[in-house]
């Protein structure tokens, strides 16, 4: 199989010993003469992969009784929906801080039940940096928060201090880093950046928090309902729930949070290092908000776009494009991907500035 | 790997040819050097997949256009919600037939958004057959129903007729049989029994019958969003959908719904023929709705359980232990179950009766 480089900003690059695990899974799963894809969640098979992710999940947020880990379908979109028709209370508006396309969109959900107060916004400048400095209101149902933001390339590397509920999407940075997990009551992620395939949304929740609304709502969309279910009040997305307790293995087996984050570290300076460094490429955030995860650059000479884009093609790169609302690329650097990887990258970024940076014709 | 004869209820077992491709995929798809686990959903390959799968249903089903065919996470469960909110009018109550858990669970969601008439239901006589003869009111905004019941193993084998929109949940039989689809404004169905992996869930609706609430809804339940955003309004769940758009591929070239209907109804004869020939075993269901996908039976003679579990599991079989609120047996008899782990099931069943038939002991 050919190298690729895979900077896709999710569906996205994942372990290949994940890969390899999964595949086996698909093929005949724990010795039971059935693929993973075949077999009963109810049994007991499936139920140990269950747990086990669950569990390692609150190992790496350090929590303990009191907080309960979910695997859901549906996608951190529907969780723009559950939360707050979980934690919306009359009379009490809910706090966003609004970062960008998913901030929005988290916002939009929450003002169908009720009363939402954007406390804090970087819309001005097309969501290019973080809003700092605002207070959270003390009378909020909760606050809202985005930990990293995959369209606009910007990352939180501090959270506000709140009095209320503390609900974080952190769906394309979750894992990536040491965090002091316990500032939060509720965070969620789709699983297929950093934790998994498509497919699983996880949802770790603090459980006092819920049943304080009053609110009827649907099953699917009751916390207390998943929770009572063991996270299997319907049929899982099982397979997508194997790979995320393949890929939470992988993290815990090489080392943990510590060490995945000096990882990501040393990409994302290799990454931005050059960005700042190449005449040919400029960054589109403010450098102290700089994602880890998700690094977004402009070409200084857009008129060496096919140029550009033919020399990291032929080196075996993908997924680079960036997203249609901000132009330019977008590296995504996700757990899986390998520091290589960026170098391979970085060379060709070098290469295309050698040739380029003195050139007036678009070769 | 040893051969087991897969009899689970879903997720269940899935043709050996799609188990191939799919693992081939999860290794590299399509000659993209990744996995499909790792590719974007917006790149061209997927983009493929979920257009075949959806085509691929609306040919099943005979549709042209003014229909839409969305594959959505949250399982059908969330189709109890969904569905009411799209379609339930102020005024126009909702029109359910009760046939069993899955059935009741709908009408407890549908409940939550407005009136709801129980115009059917077999409660009485727990869901051991299908009602039939009711007349469907003129003024409901809609009619539920649920086409098999797996649990009870009770089958819809006809219709009825109906001036309003028709729903149904064909979860667990869809596309095991010809049928006139054209009946049914909108189907849907989890597809972890007949079409796939589980993590998706088909949706097909017909255009007109929607629009007509005035209702307000979150962006996930709302069927046009979903329509507008061509079954990707947020990431789908990229490998079931794939799993999903292999099973029906295999099922278009093998001869499509006349030739799976032909093997449906000889494994369901022989395992019914078997039921009833045999002194050992007893129906649980009226003969005449029985399930052609899920054969429930009970032993005559309790007493020899752990003799019979002993001789089927010896035998290789899977998965036949009756759902709790049956107790029993529960044989699954899906689209990908060869004909041939029906027989090595008729056989252990018959080897039984020979061996204990007159025993007054346990064994």
């Known amino acids: 199989m050919?190298?690729?480089h895979n900077f896709s900003a999710g569906p996205a690059i994942l372990p290949v010993d994940v890969i390899k695990e999964a595949t086996q899974g698909a093929i005949e799963f724990n010795n039971s003469g059935m693929s993973i894809l075949e077999v009963s969640h109810r049994g007991t098979d499936f139920i140990n992969v269950m747990e086990e992710a669950r569990a390692l999940v609150k190992e790496f947020m350090g929590f303990g009784s009191g907080y309960q880990t979910l695997f859901l379908g549906g996608g951190a979109s529907t969780q723009f929906a559950m939360v707050p028709s979980n934690l919306l209370q009359a009379g009490k508006p809910a706090a966003y801080v609004n970062t960008g396309v998913w901030a929005s969109k988290a916002i939009k959900e929450a003002k169908m039940l009720?009363?939402?107060?954007?406390?804090?916004?970087?819309?001005?400048?097309?969501?290019?940096y973080v809003p700092k400095g605002y207070a959270v209101p003390k009378d909020?149902?909760?606050?809202?928060?985005?930990?990293?933001?995959?369209?606009?390339?910007t990352q939180m590397h501090s959270f506000p201090e709140s009095s209320v509920p503390v609900v974080c999407d952190m769906s394309s940075d979750i894992f990536s880093r040491k965090m002091d997990f316990s500032k939060f009551d509720l965070i969620y992620a789709?699983?297929?950046k950093n934790i998994g395939a498509a497919g699983a949304t996880v949802v770790v929740v603090k459980e006092d928090i819920l049943g304080k609304t009053g609110r009827k709502m649907f099953s699917m969309l009751d916390y207390a309902v998943h929770i009572k279910g063991e996270s299997m009040y319907n049929t899982p997305p099982v397979f997508s729930v194997y790979v995320c307790m393949l890929t939470l293995k992988w993290l815990k087996k090489n080392g943990g949070l510590a060490w995945i984050e000096k990882i990501n570290d040393e990409k994302a300076k290799t990454m931005y290092d050059e960005i700042d460094r190449n005449i040919l490429f400029t960054g589109t955030c403010a450098k102290e908000d700089r994602s880890k995860m998700n690094a977004c650059f402009l070409l200084t000479k857009p008129e060496l776009e096919e140029t550009f884009n033919k020399m990291w093609k032929d080196a075996g790169i993908s997924g680079i494009k960036g997203h249609r609302d901000v132009g330019g690329y977008r590296a995504s650097l996700y757990n899986a991907l390998p520091l290589e990887s960026v170098k391979v990258l970085v060379d060709v970024m070098k290469e295309f500035e050698k040739k380029y940076a003195d050139s007036k014709v678009t070769a």
């Open 190 to 192: 789709g699983a297929q």
């Open 2 to 4: 050919k190298k690729v």
């Open 140 to 153: 909020a149902s909760y606050l809202h928060l985005t930990s990293n933001n995959t369209i606009y390339g």
């Open 114 to 128: 009720g009363d939402v107060n954007v406390i804090a916004s970087s819309e001005d400048k097309k969501f290019s």
